[in-house]
């Protein structure tokens, strides 16, 4: 392990600096005792597992923060995962305030009351207009803290230089460009699926010119690119020689930005409505890649109040599938889909069994941050032995391995066993929500309070009223991103309305006129040895630029 400070302590001194929710191990196993630089800098673990802290750390104080603005409330939340040796508060507090000066909403996060019991928390309001950048706003500030402080008197080859590659189903590719375009000693490589992110997306990744700034478009899925990001992750060569960085939300520092917004909301809830400290809410929360969602979980073992964490998924429904029967299986679609042709809602399932959706940013077959939460089920399960902390976390890491290997080579595992499945259950419930739904959940709001929800936000509010037939306490659905992002879906919902003008209606000015811009893409092969060898080569030559 190293020392993770510039090397001013030793390992032994900054190990005791940390406590136990400021040390970070694999969900593997393998590798443990980390510090949060060491987490942030690598992003994903040697033993192909992802970072989470030793301990969720329990917030006794959390009612007292009630009145605090976003950015102070981050500064509470987040100083409990980062240890003051390791980032002393008032640095902490400088990246944190530069993070969400770019925001365009004075609360960061606003909630909206959409009627009844129902709230809506958007979450769109940065720069990329999606909830991605709450997260890469924060990342991309972290990491330049964090080479500027590695730098600090080097010259030339001496520099630490990062190469972050990312694979995106849209939304995070551009949060992260724009959290990274232009910024010394880092190479942004930002893998897409060739033809399946909307236009917008498209275009606010491409017209990004920083020489620094590299979009691939692989001919894929979004998995493809997720699985390539993780085998250049996996290559030792690749991964040491170009210090290899991770902004999706493998990435821990996304999560851990990420449970800001569910405490900062609850407060907004308790200050707008008669709802008195302390009691519970439900959050409902469109998912695809599990990350937004386990930042809920993370603030519910914090202490926050919540009844239910509902997971809203689209017809790619692994999630879904999988707190209804224990099983966890990638499983391609049976009947016509499976060939490929359009299925009950006009929804075209690919070979690979990912379905094209309306909701493309939740396109994703197989869930990367639910190894977390595996991972919490586990110890809770080996915790029931009754043996010491260091037996159940080598039993969880055993226990998750197992279960990734079988996915890895089988395409599913499970069922898991019975108490591991009912405590999945005790803190969450999952909805699916078709494309149709979607459309219809988009045209009544439109009808009812001539509100306008992108397609991913819709799914939210669908599940929310499946979920409000079974329980009577406030529910805060997500909005994961703005309806010009989506243009598509909302026309196909809204076109006929009247009243409807999307460029009145919808569109923002900044998104005026970016399709037209300059572009600049490279297609790639779906092979992780071919991205491998471009990332390489272009490196190689910002490097020598630099030197
Ligand atoms: C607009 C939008 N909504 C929802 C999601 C799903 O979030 P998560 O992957 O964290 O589950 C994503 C991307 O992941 C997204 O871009
Ligand atoms: N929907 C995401 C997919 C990547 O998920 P991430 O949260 O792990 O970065 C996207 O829009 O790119």
Same mark, same amino acid.
């Given at each position: 392990m190293s020392?993770?400070?510039?090397?001013?302590?030793?390992d032994?001194?900054?190990?005791?600096?940390?406590?136990?929710s400021?040390?970070?191990?694999?969900?593997?196993?393998?590798?443990?005792d980390l510090?949060?630089e060491?987490?942030?800098?690598?992003?994903?673990?040697?033993?192909?597992?992802?970072?989470?802290?030793?301990?969720?750390?329990?917030?006794?104080?959390?009612q007292?923060?009630?009145?605090?603005?976003?950015?102070d409330l981050?500064?509470?939340?987040l100083?409990?995962?980062i240890?003051?040796?390791?980032?002393?508060?008032d640095?902490l507090?400088?990246?944190?305030?530069?993070?969400?000066?770019?925001?365009?909403a004075?609360?960061?996060?606003?909630?909206?009351?959409?009627?009844?019991?129902l709230?809506? +928390?958007?979450?769109?309001? @940065?720069? !990329?207009?999606?909830? $991605?950048?709450?997260a890469?706003?924060?990342? /991309? #500030?972290l990491?330049?803290y964090?080479?500027?402080?590695?730098?600090?008197?080097?010259?030339?080859?001496?520099?630490?230089?990062?190469?972050?590659?990312g694979?995106?189903?849209?939304?995070?590719?551009?949060?992260?460009?724009?959290?990274?375009?232009?910024?010394?000693?880092?190479?942004?490589?930002?893998?897409?699926?060739?033809?399946?992110?909307s236009?917008?997306?498209?275009?606010?990744?491409?017209?990004?010119?920083d020489?620094?700034?590299?979009?691939?478009?692989v001919?894929?899925t979004?998995?493809?690119?997720q699985?390539?990001v993780?085998?250049?992750?996996?290559?030792?060569?690749?991964?040491?020689t170009?210090?290899?960085?991770?902004?999706?939300?493998?990435n821990?520092?996304?999560?851990?930005?990420?449970?800001v917004y569910?405490f900062?909301?609850?407060?907004? +809830?308790?200050?707008?409505s @008669?709802? !008195?400290?302390?009691? $519970?809410?439900r959050?409902?929360?469109?998912s /695809? #890649?599990?990350?937004?969602?386990?930042?809920?979980y993370?603030?519910?073992?914090?202490?926050?109040?919540?009844?239910?964490?509902?997971?809203?998924?689209?017809?790619n429904?692994?999630?879904?599938r999988?707190?209804?029967?224990?099983?966890?299986?990638?499983?391609?679609?049976?009947?016509?889909e499976?060939?490929?042709?359009?299925?009950v809602?006009?929804?075209?399932a690919h070979?690979?069994?990912?379905?094209?959706?309306?909701s493309?940013?939740?396109?994703?077959?197989?869930?990367?941050?639910?190894?977390r939460?595996?991972?919490?089920?586990?110890?809770?399960?080996?915790?029931?032995?009754?043996m010491?902390?260091?037996?159940?976390?080598?039993q969880a890491?055993?226990?998750?391995?197992?279960?990734?290997?079988?996915?890895?080579?089988t395409?599913?595992?499970?069922?898991?066993?019975?108490?591991?499945h009912s405590?999945?259950?005790?803190?969450?419930?999952?909805e699916?929500?078709?494309?149709s739904?979607?459309?219809?959940?988009?045209?009544?709001?439109?009808?009812?309070?001539d509100?306008?929800?992108?397609?991913?936000?819709?799914?939210?509010?669908?599940?929310?009223?499946?979920?409000?037939?079974r329980?009577?306490?406030?529910?805060?659905?997500?909005?994961?991103?703005h309806?010009?992002?989506?243009a598509?879906?909302?026309?196909?919902?809204?076109?006929?309305e009247?009243?409807?003008n999307?460029?009145?209606?919808?569109?923002p000015?900044?998104?005026?006129?970016l399709?037209a811009k300059?572009?600049?893409?490279?297609?790639?092969?779906?092979d992780?040895?071919?991205?491998?060898?471009?990332?390489?080569?272009?490196?190689?030559e910002?490097?020598?630029?630099?030197?």
């Amino acid at each position: 392990m190293s020392n993770g400070t510039n090397g001013q302590t030793t390992d032994a001194e900054s190990s005791e600096a940390r406590n136990a929710s400021q040390r970070y191990l694999s969900t593997r196993g393998e590798d443990y005792d980390l510090s949060f630089e060491e987490v942030v800098l690598k992003g994903l673990a040697t033993d192909g597992g992802l970072y989470i802290p030793e301990e969720i750390p329990s917030a006794s104080n959390w009612q007292s923060w009630k009145d605090l603005s976003f950015p102070d409330l981050a500064l509470e939340i987040l100083s409990l995962y980062i240890a003051p040796s390791e980032i002393p508060r008032d640095e902490l507090k400088g990246i944190i305030d530069r993070s969400y000066s770019t925001f365009r909403a004075p609360e960061t996060t606003p909630l909206r009351h959409l009627h009844d019991n129902l709230y809506l +928390l958007e979450l769109f309001h @940065g720069p !990329t207009f999606a909830f $991605k950048d709450v997260a890469l706003q924060f990342l /991309g #500030n972290l990491f330049e803290y964090f080479l500027v402080r590695k730098n600090e008197g080097k010259t030339g080859t001496d520099r630490h230089h990062l190469t972050v590659v990312g694979a995106t189903s849209g939304d995070t590719g551009s949060a992260a460009i724009y959290g990274l375009r232009g910024k010394k000693d880092v190479s942004v490589f930002i893998l897409h699926p060739k033809g399946r992110v909307s236009p917008i997306q498209e275009a606010q990744m491409t017209t990004v010119l920083d020489a620094n700034v590299h979009n691939l478009a692989v001919k894929g899925t979004f998995d493809d690119c997720q699985d390539i990001v993780k085998a250049l992750f996996a290559d030792p060569d690749i991964n040491s020689t170009l210090n290899l960085g991770a902004v999706n939300s493998i990435n821990w520092a996304r999560i851990l930005a990420q449970i800001v917004y569910y405490f900062y909301s609850y407060f907004s +809830l308790v200050k707008s409505s @008669g709802l !008195t400290i302390g009691e $519970k809410v439900r959050y409902v929360v469109p998912s /695809g #890649n599990f990350g937004d969602i386990l930042a809920g979980y993370f603030a519910h073992r914090m202490g926050l109040p919540v009844e239910k964490l509902v997971i809203a998924t689209n017809e790619n429904d692994i999630l879904d599938r999988f707190w209804k029967t224990g099983r966890y299986e990638k499983k391609p679609a049976r009947g016509p889909e499976a060939q490929g042709g359009l299925a009950v809602d006009g929804v075209k399932a690919h070979e690979d069994g990912v379905k094209e959706t309306l909701s493309p940013a939740m396109d994703i077959l197989v869930s990367s941050n639910f190894e977390r939460l595996l991972w919490f089920l586990a110890y809770e399960f080996a915790a029931v032995a009754g043996m010491d902390d260091e037996w159940n976390r080598r039993q969880a890491g055993q226990e998750v391995a197992a279960w990734m290997k079988q996915l890895k080579t089988t395409g599913g595992f499970g069922p898991v066993y019975r108490d591991v499945h009912s405590s999945a259950k005790r803190d969450f419930e999952s909805e699916r929500v078709s494309d149709s739904q979607t459309i219809d959940t988009i045209k009544n709001y439109f009808k009812k309070i001539d509100y306008v929800l992108d397609p991913h936000s819709a799914i939210g509010v669908a599940a929310s009223l499946r979920s409000l037939a079974r329980s009577k306490v406030p529910h805060i659905s997500l909005s994961t991103a703005h309806p010009a992002k989506f243009a598509g879906a909302v026309d196909l919902a809204l076109k006929d309305e009247p009243g409807f003008n999307f460029e009145e209606k919808v569109l923002p000015p900044e998104f005026l006129g970016l399709e037209a811009k300059e572009k600049r893409v490279t297609e790639v092969e779906n092979d992780w040895q071919k991205v491998r060898e471009i990332v390489k080569k272009q490196v190689e030559e910002e490097l020598k630029g630099q030197a």
